[in-house]
């Protein structure tokens, strides 16, 4: 009995210094999204112009869909087949903001050379909302490597009700693609990724956008978002350079 006690102790021991965690669930149309949410410090990410769009999940839109970290940024791509299609409009892929409050969930690690892995030494948390892009058209939809949204950025709307960009897409700073993942979307999958909630007073209109090499734009819905003095600033000296 003293040795099952003891036991018991240590496990306790353990689980404490364990992140604890949220399942929040939404039902969709098709699919329940189970949505996992650490409990931490989580905080707003400081505007600096780099998008961030993690990607938690590639596939059918149906089942039960957990998101949570972010999918692994290499490792073998399985051949996805079907016909590529090399350009692509609104009328092949759809984008979707969803508001909710959810997390992105950084990782930060170093790595071992006595165990030769790499080692998880904390998660820093941030407020994020989620972008949902779907395969509507009968083609296979090729979307970058790594385990982000290498095409998609922000646009904030501004007093005169023009879009303007704000981020500079994660494409712009991938230089080298060699063991990353290549990122498809089959005839009727759905992608799910977690964008970052800024720091912010004011709020203004936003949309989400994927543009491929100045290609046509695919626009998501617009929505309602914190935005911060610097923000606005980059807006009007984009908004007085473009009317020069």
């Known amino acids: 009995m003293r040795y099952v006690s003891l036991l018991l102790c240590m496990i306790g021991l353990i689980s404490c210094h364990q992140p604890g965690y949220q399942i929040r669930t939404y039902h969709e149309n ?14 707003s990410i400081p505007f600096d112009a780099y998008a961030r769009y993690a990607i938690c999940y590639i596939g059918p839109d149906s089942g039960r869909i957990a998101t949570g970290k972010p999918l692994p940024r290499s490792g073998r791509t399985p051949d996805p087949g079907g016909y590529l299609a ?3 409009d609104s009328n092949y892929m759809t984008i979707h903001v969803d508001t909710s409050h959810t997390q992105l969930q950084f990782e930060h690690s170093h790595f071992d050379t006595t165990t030769n ?14 972008v949902t892009l779907k395969n509507v058209s009968d083609s296979l939809l090729y979307l970058g490597n790594f385990n982000t949204l290498g095409f998609a950025y922000l646009e904030m709307q501004n007093g005169k009700k023009d879009w303007i960009r704000i981020e500079n897409p994660s494409s712009w ?19 799910i990724a977690k964008f970052p909630r800024y720091e912010g007073d ?23 978002a914190p935005v911060s003095d610097l923000m606005l600033n980059i807006v009007d000296l984009k908004t007085e350079r473009y009317s020069e």
């Open 173 to 191: 700073y991938s230089y080298c693609s060699t063991g990353a993942r290549a990122n498809y979307l089959r005839p009727g999958e759905i992608l």
């Open 117 to 130: 892995r790499r080692i998880i030494d904390s998660i820093s948390l941030f407020n994020g909302m989620r």
């Open 30 to 43: 098709g699919y329940t999204l189970a949505d996992t949410l650490l409990h931490g410090n989580v905080r």
């Open 86 to 88: 090399r350009k692509f």
């Open 202 to 224: 004011s709020t203004a209109n936003f949309r989400v956008v994927w543009e491929k090499y100045n290609r046509q734009k695919i626009c998501s819905n617009e929505f309602v």
